[in-house]
């Protein structure tokens, strides 16, 4: 016994000596390493002294310009300086009072140092910002504050260490702990974000933004006045997100707008993230040259050099919260003990009850800002990426644009960019998840010893069999991706092209292609889903299987297994779980996020439009303004082929320059060379001067009228006037309700054809450029504005510029001072008109095709056949007439409206309030009317009880201590913990199952209903619904309701039946828990109320704020060619940047929101955890199982509430996508397309009678009326003309005769039957229309023939012969199957109408429309096909659209509108015997026209 005795004081006095050197060694240590800073920062502010004076010559002063956290870093040196000396004076009171022992020496010389160094340190940052241009905190300060940091938790750490070895540590060493902690991580903090930096970013702005002083000032005032709190918020606020309390008050109080959030910081902001990222990544070329081939590996490199100091402080949040999360496992041992120890030591257990809650308590914030930092860091990754993906765009090549279309653009915006920037809350796990699992095991082998291994082998076996599974989700998300841009391409066409669809009845044909694509892609997706259920599965249940697998062993070992023990293990396995279950996550992102990667770079290594193509020189005096030597273009590099050939030609400044020639010859693509569009072969292309654009096609801006012709440059009221006169645009913009204020829906939609034209002459106008290049600006105007626009633009304003213009009006010509004919791509003559015409060939074929067409208009005879029926219909003709202006004169005072509600285009609707609960109703019974979500609750409840019940039984089956007998033998214990753990297994399969089954079921569903609806909808629906607002619901919003609801649904399950499963557990111990969990549930239920009305909001903002991007870059694409002529790629580039910004805020600031709520709910349940806590330990011996204590303790070491309202929110934000795709599954409707009662015969219409009764057309209820009260007949067989200036309802009166747009009064008739009765399939699959706009769809020649594949390849040849398309196709490769693609961009817009024109003729219909059908084809053309249509169609009534005036002489009737009024309808020929007529003058006037 005194040998024991003896031997227990010698270990007692070799721990102090022990304790003692220990203590010594830190105090020295932490000294040395403050004197050595002194030494330092000594030398380095003598060296800066030095300097200073001539630093402070050349640079200005920047007085009162600090550094953010200037002030909380100068106060926390100067509070850390004053409670060291504090310290040092306690440790000096203490040796003189008790005597001196070494580490008291060491000790007071530690204090003393630190004081002396925190002091210096303070008074550096004083003078450093307030008597010099500094503007950031030194790199040596950063370096030793990250030093200062590691070194306080490396020795608090040790202390901990030594606490539990030895009896217990002076208060004073805690204390200096703790804070030295606290500050050194704000220290940390302010080191890697240190947010003054205006003057750099302003440098890195200056090449890549040139705004005007003015912008600037204002962009200042407003950035000022709504600069983001977060910016300026102290470090209180920061820790516990009391910045956001100010936006969250107003979103209680109201509903949320975008002007209400403040902006985003500048660091923040997309401008100033994409100049970073720009200039990292082609810093990364080291000159090279070859930035645009882009590696996967060189984009990752340049992401994560753009948010590295992100990356940074993520990743030490990370570790903090990751070794905080396993201080609590690891005392549970203890704290049973503790319990169930005959002599409790007090201290001791509120030393471990201290432990459990500042463990927590780091955990809670470690975790918070983690995830706060994590979704910033998603928002700058998010930014960069959109916008070099913008800037690509700008940049593609014809070739990369054919290859790469516009579907497969948007998804990489949508999904992949999404995808990407989500990879941030899985960057850490990658190394994160092997840490937590070592940490797991050590925790187990002090524990369990050797069993450790046996749970280490059985962890690497489901680590390994990650590797197949995530080959395998990564072939079927790549094969998702792919069948999802198929979709999406095709359904940016349809919509793209709705109009047409509708006309031509094919709608359901596409939808029916849309459906075919879908199933091909729901075929990946049940793959992927199914895989991924699988994989949680089995990883969900890993750790239930690694806790079989390790406590078998025990038992099989003989290793003893008390309460303690496997309360410790139990709580290590649930902490296992989240890596394991993470570890499918991890891999499947990692996949999912390396084929985006790789997607986006395919995306940036497309070949670029080279910039050299064209020389753009000054004009500097001299006379050449464009020059081509020896130019080879061609538009397919790869192709043998040439596009044009041996092109040789100089213009002067001044001259005028015209450029004719057959279909497809080449004259727009010679405009596109000029442009530098075309690539070139071999020659040199120079351009003197600045130039400007206009697009035979043309390409309108979203936006207002005034914008598209201003186009960027600033308003000069007395020019832009001048040329709406030009332009005869001020009698249009009468008509509009809103004048130039007007919003033009996409793509011009509410546009005429005209109206598009002379926007874009008007804004190449106001531009005053020295060279204009015009491509076929007339054909889409009619006769009389052409004139106008001829002479008052290119004659008047723009007589002493250099013009080149393609034309395919002849009468225009004569006034070039240079005529280049074109064929085949070559120019073929050159020179005036007399001296070409005297040389005949192709230029006198041109000719000589429009003389012969005015010589048929002087050969009509006047007073032929249909003198008795004009006759018979006279007096209604003019009654109709006289009606119609006496109801013009009426209604003129209603013409106009105020107020936003009449623009066409309005703000894209938003739900307001709370997401209703019919809406989560209609999800969960969408598929099989909810049959199947009470086996989801059962399954769920079945393994929380199972789980619980398992736990129990490990606990009350073992002994507390060792010395205790086991009251059921190892096989029972360990046979009963296997059933009902396969048991919960079994259950969570099920559920995983179901919920993947009604997922994807529900999925389709809405899918298949939302597009029915969309392809069913109104023409009006498309003209007022930008096509972004469509696809972002049918990518980006069906993504989400493919995969991300379905699993969010499951994990807000698992989340709330597992908290209510921790409150029994806890509150079984004792009901009186309930007294600290009631108050802290109602509060957080209160908290949750207050918080997610701003968070719903910021969630639809942000839907919202996300089609404009997309419209934006599919907008900016298809006008690329017009932007880069204008020189306004910077512009747009700025107004993505906003449109971006617009994006974040809300995302930044619902991520604020989220951290806020999910702090206070954190704060709650540390609260009520440390309540629970201190009344366990308070508790006499005895009166508790120590073991269900232990438990309790265990279960509520993951205790929170916020992990459900994480959920919660989450699904809330997510099931907007539900939301939103409903909306669209409730828009209005066109009429039935069949009608089996009112089923038309076969042959209707024979006779082809249209009767138009009292007809009043308008594009929407708010919008004004188009066509007012028409009344007209076209008999059968005739040929009606019909004209009018441009916006004069020719366009509308058509869409009215094939019902796009529902009368608001009157009625048509064709043969006796009312069209309006008649379904809408059967009324526009019997009529036929060559439309204003030709259009081609992505596919074969084929298929744009004949879609719907009801006729012989015969028939289709005949066809082409008949339209002079024969010829052409034979020697295109593959004939009939040759490749169209995306817009037919491949065909020119002449060769588009030739194919529009083959539709008709095989069709052949007993009605008609030509609107504008041969305004893109040459004279000869035009007069060859108005001799096939009469021949096809002689027995057919044709209604004929033109603004060449010979297309409709010969007619039968003219009908001649005026503002949506019938100014004049009779025969041509009693049209023009009555001189004093509108219509004889029109006539005369382009008769004098093309005889000058």
């Known amino acids: 016994m005194d040998t024991f005795e003896e031997s227990k004081n010698d270990m007692k006095t070799w721990g102090f000596f022990s304790q003692s050197s220990i203590s010594i060694f830190l105090h020295g240590f932490s000294a040395s390493s403050h004197l050595i800073l002194l030494f330092v920062l000594s030398i380095s502010w003598a060296c800066k002294r030095h300097k200073m004076p001539s630093l402070e010559k050349s640079k200005p002063m920047l007085k009162n310009t600090y550094v953010s956290f200037y002030w909380s870093a100068l106060i926390s040196c100067m509070g850390l300086s004053f409670n060291d000396l504090l310290l040092c004076v306690l440790n000096y009171l203490s040796g003189y009072k008790h005597g001196w022992s070494d580490v008291k020496i060491v000790a007071e010389l530690d204090f003393a140092f630190r004081t002396l160094t925190w002091f210096v340190i303070s008074a550096y940052l004083h003078i450093l910002f307030s008597h010099s241009s500094e503007h950031r905190f030194p790199i040596l300060l950063k370096i030793w504050w990250a030093f200062y940091f590691i070194m306080s ?142 590696s996967t590996l060189k984009l990752v490199k340049t992401l994560i050099l753009s948010i590295w100091k992100e990356i940074l402080w993520t990743a030490l949040l990370s570790i903090i919260c990751t070794l905080a999360s396993y201080v609590g496992p690891y005392l549970i041992d203890d704290f049973v003990q503790y319990l169930n120890s005959p002599c409790q030591l007090k201290y001791k257990g509120h030393a471990l009850v201290f432990s459990f809650l500042l463990s927590k308590l780091i955990r809670c914030l470690s975790e918070r800002h983690l995830f706060f930092q994590l979704r910033n860091m998603a928002i700058r990754v998010r930014a960069a990426l959109f916008s070099i993906i913008y800037k690509k765009g700008f940049r593609l090549s014809s070739q990369s644009k054919q290859d790469h279309t516009n579907g497969e653009n948007i998804n990489l915006i949508s999904v992949d960019v999404e995808r990407i920037s989500f990879f941030n809350w899985y960057l850490h796990d990658i190394w994160r998840i092997p840490i937590q699992i ?207 050939k041996d092109l040789n030609f100089q213009v002067s400044h001044g001259m005028r320059v015209a450029v004719c020639g057959f279909v497809g010859s080449g004259k727009s693509s010679l405009l596109s060379c000029i442009l530098g569009e075309v690539p070139k072969i071999s020659g040199a292309i120079r351009l003197h001067g600045t130039k400007a654009y206009v697009a035979q096609s043309p390409w309108i801006q979203s936006g207002k009228i005034v914008d598209n012709i201003l186009f960027g440059k600033e308003m000069d009221k007395d020019r832009y006037e001048m040329i709406l006169e030009a332009c005869s645009l001020n009698m249009d913009l009468g008509l509009f309700a809103f004048g130039d204020q007007t919003i033009i829906g996409e793509r011009g939609i509410n546009l005429s054809g005209g109206q598009k034209q002379r926007i874009q002459i008007a804004r190449a106008m106001y531009h005053d450029a020295d060279i204009y290049l015009l491509d076929d600006p007339f054909s889409a105007v009619d006769a009389q504005t052409g004139i106008h626009l001829f002479k008052e633009c290119l004659l008047g304003i723009l007589g002493s510029k250099t013009i080149i213009y393609v034309t395919h009006q002849v009468e225009f010509l004569s006034f070039a001072d240079l005529i280049l004919v074109m064929r085949d791509g070559k ?20 000719v000589g095709a429009h003389k012969k067409a005015m010589a048929d208009f002087n050969s009509i005879d006047r007073g032929a056949t249909l003198d008795n029926l004009i006759d018979g219909e006279k007096d209604d003709s003019m009654l109709c007439r006289n009606k119609s202006l006496q109801n013009d004169e009426e209604r003129e005072p209603e013409k106009k409206l105020v107020g936003p509600e009449g623009q066409l285009v309005q703000e894209e609707k938003r739900e307001i309030g709370e997401v209703s609960l019919s809406i989560y109703w209609k999800y969960i019974t969408a598929a099989y009317k909810g049959a199947f979500v009470p086996l989801i609750l059962l399954a769920q409840i079945l393994f ?48 995983s199952m179901l919920i993947v089954t009604i997922g994807y079921k529900t999925s389709t569903l809405l899918f298949n209903k939302m597009h029915l609806c969309i392809f069913h909808a109104p023409i009006s629906f498309f003209d007022s619904t930008p096509s972004g607002r469509i696809l972002n619901r049918a990518s980006i919003d069906q993504s989400a309701i493919d995969t991300s609801i379905p699993r969010q649904i499951e994990e807000l399950l698992i989340s709330t039946i597992g908290f209510l499963g921790t409150i029994i557990v806890m509150s079984q111990v004792a009901w009186k828990m309930l007294i600290a969990f009631i108050p802290m549930i ?146 209005p409707s066109e009429p039935l397309l069949l009608l089996q009662e009112n089923k038309p015969d076969f042959e209707w219409p024979s006779q082809g009678k249209i009767d138009i009764v009292d007809l009043q057309v308008q ?31 020719k366009s509308t009166l058509v869409q009215a005769l094939f019902r796009m747009l529902e009368p608001t009064a009157g009625q048509i008739w064709i043969d006796d039957i009312n069209i309006s009765k008649v379904g809408l399939h059967d009324l526009r699959s019997r009529l036929s229309i060559i439309p204003q706009d030709p259009t081609m769809f992505e596919g074969t020649l084929r298929s744009n023939l004949d879609p719907l594949e009801e006729y012989t390849d015969e028939q289709i040849w005949e066809a082409l012969e008949r339209c002079q398309l024969g010829d052409k196709v034979r020697k295109k490769e593959g004939k009939l199957d040759f490749a169209v693609t995306e817009n037919g961009e491949n065909w020119s817009m002449g060769q588009r109408q030739l194919v529009c024109l083959a539709r008709v003729l095989l069709k052949k219909s007993k009605v008609l429309v030509l609107d504008e059908a041969t305004a893109s ?38 009908l001649l509108l005026d503002n949506g009024l019938i100014l004049e309808y009779d025969s041509p020929s009693k049209l023009l015997e009555n001189k004093s007529s509108s219509f004889a003058k029109l006539v005369t006037e382009y008769t004098q026209r093309c005889s000058s």
């Open 1417 to 1454: 084809v040459d004279t000869a053309t035009d007069y060859l096909i108005q001799q096939t249509l009469r021949q096809q169609f002689s027995g057919s009534t044709v209604i004929t659209i033109a603004h060449r005036l010979t297309s409709i002489l010969d007619n039968d009737m003219v």
């Open 1259 to 1289: 594009y929407g209820p708010h919008l004004p009326v188009v066509l007012r009260g028409i009344k007209c007949t076209f008999f059968g067989g005739m040929n009606i003309g019909i004209v009018g200036r441009t916006g004069s309802g």
């Open 438 to 644: 070592i940490l797991a095991l050590l925790v187990l082998y002090t524990r369990l010893g050797v069993a450790s291994l046996v749970a280490f082998v059985t962890t690497m076996i489901f680590m390994l069999a990650n590797f197949p599974l995530g080959k395998l989700q990564e072939k079927f998300q790549g094969e998702l991706l792919d069948s999802k841009d198929q979709r999406m391409k095709v359904t940016s066409e349809a919509l793209r092209n709705m109009r047409i669809l509708k006309l031509q009845a094919w709608e359901m044909k596409f939808l029916a292609k849309i459906t075919k694509l879908r199933k091909f892609e729901t075929k990946w997706l049940k793959k992927l889903i199914y895989t991924s259920a699988m994989t949680a599965f089995v990883y969900s249940s890993a750790p239930v299987f690694v806790s079989m697998v390790t406590f078998g062993f025990c038992i099989f070992m003989g290793i003893p297994l008390d309460s303690g023990k496997i309360l410790s293990a139990l709580a290590t396995f649930e902490i296992l779980q989240v890596p394991i279950y993470n570890l499918p996550d991890t891999i499947s992102m990692v996949v999912q996020t390396k084929v985006s990667l790789h997607r986006i770079t395919l995306f940036l290594c497309l070949d670029n439009l080279h910039p050299n193509i064209v020389q753009k020189l000054p004009r500097d005096g001299t006379k050449i303004a464009v020059e081509i030597v020896k130019g080879n273009f061609s538009w397919n590099l790869h192709s043998p082929n040439l596009t044009l």
């Open 153 to 294: 938790c490396s020795y608090l750490v040790i202390h901990l260490g030594l606490y539990w070895k030895h009896s217990s540590l002076p208060c004073l060493v805690w204390v200096s702990d703790v804070i030295s902690i606290i500050i050194g991580l704000f220290f940390s903090y302010v080191g890697l974000f240190d947010k003054k930096q205006e003057d750099g970013d302003s440098k890195l702005l200056e090449p890549l933004l040139k705004i005007s002083a003015n912008e600037n000032n204002c962009e200042s005032v407003t950035r000022e006045s709504t600069i983001t709190p977060y910016a300026n918020a102290n470090i209180f606020s920061n820790f516990t997100f009391s910045w956001m309390g100010p936006l969250l008050e107003l979103g209680y109080k109201k509903t949320l707008d975008l002007d209400d959030l403040p902006q985003l910081a500048d660091c923040d902001s997309a401008n100033v993230v994409f100049t970073r990222f720009r200039n990292k990544l082609e810093y990364d070329d080291n000159g090279s040259g070859n930035g645009d081939q882009v």
């Open 1082 to 1227: 109602v509060i957080c239920i209160w908290y949750q109320q207050y918080y997610k009305s701003t968070a719903r909001e910021l969630s639809r903002l942000a839907g919202v704020c996300q089609a404009p991007i997309i419209q934006h870059f599919t907008e900016s694409s298809l006008g690329s060619t017009t932007i880069r002529c204008f020189d306004q790629e910077e512009r747009f580039m700025e107004t993505n940047f906003k449109l971006i910004d617009g994006f974040s805020r809300p995302k930044f600031y619902f991520s604020g929101a989220m951290e806020w709520l999910c702090f206070r709910m954190d704060i709650l349940a540390f609260v009520a955890y440390a309540t629970s806590l201190l009344f366990f330990i308070s508790m006499p011996k005895g009166v508790l199982n120590p073991g269900v204590v232990g438990l309790a303790i265990t279960y509520g070491l993951e205790f929170s509430l916020h992990g459900v309202v994480w959920d919660l929110n989450r699904l809330e934000n997510r099931i907007i996508s539900v939301e939103r795709i409903l909306q669209y599954t409730c828009i």
């Open 944 to 991: 929380q009880i199972l789980l619980i019940f398992s736990s129990y039984w490990m606990v009350l089956a073992t002994p507390i201590s060792k010395d205790v007998r086991p009251l059921v033998g190892g096989s029972t214990l360990i046979f009963v913990y296997v059933a009902l753990t396969l048991g919960s297994s079994f259950c969570v399969l099920i559920r």
């Open 827 to 846: 120019i073929t003559q050159s020179g005036k008109y007399e001296e070409i015409l005297s040389l005949g060939t192709d230029f006198m074929e041109l």
